[in-house]
């Protein structure tokens, strides 16, 4: 069945989580309708769904990205602070302790908001579809591009049925994020027409494939993965750590050649704390309850994580994923690409969970949609290409970040680290450690790990004078909880 055609300023948005949400709003305004395509049916509020496994796990967006969504969605960040979210000062609020030591606890120069994720989407989607040019289609699975090679003109589309013969609703998360959504049965095939389709289904992307379909090469892709396994609770905080408690972050150190095991306390809306606990090949944590603390206190460079939990209250199972290969597919780099598509968020590039950026690359990328089709014109020739090409550079940013840490990972590329990257690793190396002990480094660092700025900022003559001169104070022996942070978690002040 064939929908009636629709004016050529239709949109079509495969996919309605971040990345295609933000997609939507990007194109609103060119575009007079929208159609959101969805195969979850998404719930009203901040609720789990089968389409969103990561949900389960820590989520925070850097300043980067939160710029990017304001800038879409102005006034978003106070809705989610309205909601719950929390907008937390870096490195202020932050407890870290990085491959190199402790950083200490520098006066704000980026920040990031920390919320569960399922209580962002919702705030952003509300956002979004109050937007009476965007429309939502769910329970609908896209299974196709219409077209040919030189022109994509409309998407394939199954609307799901569920076993009742009603449009299924999600009864819950699986852990697979790229499998099939639910257990409905499938509903009839239809074709919605577009003058713009843009693929924004996550990491289970089909697009390579549907491209071949429509005559074109296979695209080139590349695959790091250090084997990650990601393991998530959710505790409700002691009572006193309820509110303004800090982040706090054991990282690994990836150049010691051994598995890298890393851990994340992030304090969430409602006095919870979302806890991850993560280890690379060989060093992966367990998927038990029992094991959680121990992991943390017992794997991790250092057992702050650990001690904290200890009079923290179990809210939920541990939720349990390898979802984490860095995985590209440089689009940008087809010789041919077909008119009116485009491929934004996880479907184009996924990274490492652990550098905590698909979200903020997903911002920035739908920023770029809006500015390329504002400065190259709706329907343009060219256009999709140009978007294309757009899109790589915020998600190539973020893989440079991630693949430049994963390739010392056993295991994680056939070849192990080149040359360079041995050399850019022993220089960041050296930045972190001058960090530790210079807020005028650690700024700049965070300038790069907030995606606010490109790595050239740690390459002027100033950084690389103070990177030669090395941390200015002496390094920390201990997490710089302050003594009533401490108090407050039910912990003593110890010495450092
Ligand atoms: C464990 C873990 C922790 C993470 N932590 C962070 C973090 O701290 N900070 C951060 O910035 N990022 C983090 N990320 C990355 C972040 O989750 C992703 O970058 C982000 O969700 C990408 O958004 P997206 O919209 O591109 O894809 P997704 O959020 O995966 O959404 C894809 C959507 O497409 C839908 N869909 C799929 N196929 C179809 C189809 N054929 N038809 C219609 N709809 C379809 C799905 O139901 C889903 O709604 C983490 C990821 C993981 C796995």
């Not at 009636?4 to 948005?13: E, H, Y």
């Amino acid at each position: 069945m064939s929908e009636p055609s629709t004016p050529a300023r239709t949109a079509v948005v495969l996919g309605g989580s971040h990345a295609g949400m933000l997609a939507a709003r990007a194109l609103s305004g060119f575009a007079d309708r929208v159609v959101v395509i969805e195969r979850d049916v998404l719930p009203d509020g901040p609720a789990p769904r089968r389409g969103l496994p990561q949900a389960r796990h820590a989520h925070m967006l850097w300043s980067g990205g939160v710029r990017a969504v304001e800038e879409l969605l102005p006034g978003v960040t106070e809705a989610l602070r309205d909601a719950g979210a929390r907008r937390s000062p870096v490195t202020t609020d932050m407890v870290v302790m990085g491959p190199r030591g402790w950083f200490r606890r520098w006066p704000e120069s980026h920040h990031v908001i920390l919320a569960g994720r399922d209580l962002l989407d919702a705030t952003i989607r509300a956002r979004v579809l109050a937007d009476e040019r965007i429309e939502l289609l769910a329970g609908a699975e896209a299974t196709g591009l219409v077209g040919d090679a030189g022109a994509v003109t409309g998407v394939r589309v199954r609307t799901r049925v569920g076993r009742d013969g009603r449009d299924g609703p999600e009864t819950g998360p699986s852990d697979s994020a790229s499998g099939p959504a639910n257990d409905s049965a499938s509903g009839p095939e239809r074709i919605v027409p577009a003058a713009l389709v843009v693929d924004a289904t996550g990491r289970g992307s089909r697009a390579a494939g549907w491209l071949q379909d429509l005559g074109l090469p296979a695209v080139e892709r590349r695959e790091v993965d250090s084997g990650l396994a990601y393991a998530s609770r959710l505790y409700l905080a002691p009572e006193q750590a309820r509110s303004g408690y800090p982040i706090v972050n054991v990282q690994p150190d990836p150049r010691d050649g051994r598995p890298g095991r890393a851990g994340f306390l992030l304090p969430i809306e409602d006095g919870r704390w979302i806890v991850t606990l993560n280890g690379t090949r060989g060093g992966e944590p367990t998927a038990e309850n029992d094991d959680f603390v121990r992991f943390a206190r017992e794997e991790l460079r250092h057992p702050v994580i650990g001690e904290l939990l200890d009079r923290a209250e179990p809210l939920s199972d541990v939720s349990y994923t390898r979802a984490t290969v860095n995985r590209r597919s440089y689009y940008e780099r087809m010789a041919a690409w077909p008119e009116n598509f485009a491929v934004l968020g996880d479907a184009l590039a996924a990274y490492n969970p652990l550098y905590g950026h698909g979200l903020a690359v997903a911002a920035q990328s739908a920023v770029a949609l809006r500015e390329a089709v504002r400065r190259h014109g709706w329907g343009s020739a060219g256009l999709s290409r140009r978007v294309q090409r757009a899109v790589a550079r915020p998600a190539g940013a973020a893989w440079d970040l991630a693949v430049g840490q994963d390739v010392f990972y056993p295991g994680s590329t056939e070849n192990g680290p080149t040359l360079r990257d041995r050399l850019l690793a022993a220089y960041v190396g050296r930045l972190m450690l001058t960090a530790t002990g210079s807020g005028r480094i650690a700024r700049r660092l965070t300038d790069v790990t907030s995606l606010e700025r490109g790595p050239q900022v740690l390459l002027t003559p100033t950084v690389l004078l103070a990177a030669t001169a090395g941390p200015l104070k002496r390094p920390l022996t201990g997490p710089p909880l302050t003594p009533s942070e401490l108090e407050r978690a039910g912990l003593r002040a110890g010495p450092g």
